[in-house]
């Protein structure tokens, strides 16, 4: 994953950093793999030690990544445009591909 996305990682909306939009590789089956291995691991470790401190914890961050992840989808299309709207109607928030309507390519 970080191979595909070379110099276009980064945490949060930086503004005033440009970067490549990466739709290639895991990327065309999950708009956000990083954050999806972040709430399976959350996940894991809540579910490996079943303590409801733990579950808590997971829970929280599970939310909290998906606030940033709502943030960060109204913000790309001000970044990327068209471009960016297409790959978001292709391709899930967390994993796999969306049906595409081939009556509409025809």
């Known amino acids: ?8 990682w980064k945490a ?15 990327y065309g089956f999950s708009r956000n793999p990083a954050f999806l291995g972040f709430d399976l691991v959350y996940a ?3 579910l490996m030690f079943c303590n409801p401190a733990l579950i808590v914890v997971s829970v929280f961050a ?4 998906h606030m940033q992840i709502l943030q960060e989808e109204k913000y ?7 471009a960016y709207e297409t790959y978001y109607k292709q391709v899930s928030r967390y994993f796999g591909r969306k049906n595409i309507d081939r009556s509409a390519r025809l």
Do not use: H, Q, S, Y
């Not at 599970?62 to 990544?65: D, K």
């Open 12 to 26: 949060g909306i930086a503004e005033n950093d440009k970067t490549d939009m990466v739709t290639n590789g895991i």
């Open 44 to 46: 894991g470790i809540g």
């Open 62 to 65: 599970g939310v909290m990544l």
């Open 1 to 8: 994953m970080l191979i595909r996305l070379r110099n276009c």
């Open 76 to 82: 790309l299309p001000t970044v990327f445009g068209e």
